[in-house]
């Protein structure tokens, strides 16, 4: 089965594309108004969809309908434009509303990637002899679905992390009275028992100490999420440690 569904690609486009503002084809302030047209955004769209799908960097998919240039700066656009941050609140709102997100429990965890190419949220990786790696504080709900995540430098210890990561439950609307957090033994503390509290959760931590599966809880649906995203995000050497890098990376 396909990462993305060929059947997907034209609605998400459709969607994607009534987010973005109008813009000519070429500069209105050009004398001539005869200069290199603006590559259309449809091509961009579908290299980005490519280089998620494939996991492979922007030279590689680059030809002559479009450059890797064109891709990131593009990229970098419609990041600042916020258009990927609205496309990924309007596929969680709609997932919402046909399936159903399962918010009475959600799981936090953290992994480390690595970042070869830098960037402000890069760190020495505490598992790769120093080099630069980044951590992903990611939550899902009951069923694996992601909710959001918080991006920091690899030698961020999980626990100081869940604060934010649990902040991107304000973006969710309505939420259930009771909420079950399934944390694995590096939030063991008190202060994570304190956090929770303040914040009318309940946690449901491993213990340090104790050996335990990994379906103890309901952890193993961040498992499985944050395993999934190795497989299809963008290649590490293109990736780099920087919040711009991936589109919709809040999500």
Same mark, same amino acid.
């Given at each position: 089965?396909? +990462? ?39 091509? !961009? ?21 479009? /450059? ?25 709102? +709609? ?69 934010? $990561? ?22 063991? /503390?008190?202060?994570?028992? $304190? ?20 379906? +103890? ?14 497989? /299809? !995000?963008? /290649? ?16």
């Amino acid at each position: 089965m396909p +990462a993305i569904p060929a059947w997907l690609i034209e609605p998400l486009w459709v969607q994607f594309t009534a987010l973005l503002p109008d813009r000519p084809t070429c500069a209105p302030t050009h004398p001539l108004g005869c200069h290199r047209r603006r590559v259309g955004d449809r091509i !961009v769209f579908d290299k980005l969809i490519q280089v998620l799908r494939f996991g492979c960097s922007y030279e590689a998919i680059a030809d002559a309908t479009c /450059s890797a240039a064109t891709i990131r700066g593009r990229r970098d656009e419609w990041i600042r434009l916020g258009v990927f941050a609205q496309l990924k609140q309007i596929a969680v709102d +709609a997932y919402d509303r046909l399936v159903g997100l399962v918010l009475d429990d959600i799981a936090v965890d953290g992994c480390i990637t690595k970042a070869p190419g830098g960037g402000d949220c890069a760190g020495r990786s505490p598992v790769d002899r120093g080099k630069q790696g980044m951590k992903r504080s990611s939550m899902v709900d009951g069923y694996g679905i992601p909710l959001g995540r918080v991006l920091a430098g690899a030698n961020r210890h999980d626990s100081p992390l869940l604060a934010p $990561t649990l902040d991107r439950l304000d973006d969710l609307g309505p939420l259930p009275e009771a909420i079950t957090v399934h944390l694995d033994a590096g939030y063991d /503390s008190a202060v994570t028992r $304190t956090l929770l509290a303040e914040r009318g959760l309940t946690g449901k931590i491993a213990h340090k100490g104790d050996k335990a599966p990994i379906q +103890a809880g309901q952890r193993w649906h961040v498992e499985r999420t944050k395993c999934a995203a190795r497989r /299809s !995000v963008v /290649s590490p050497v293109q990736l780099g440690g920087t919040r711009r890098e991936v589109p919709g990376s809040a999500g």
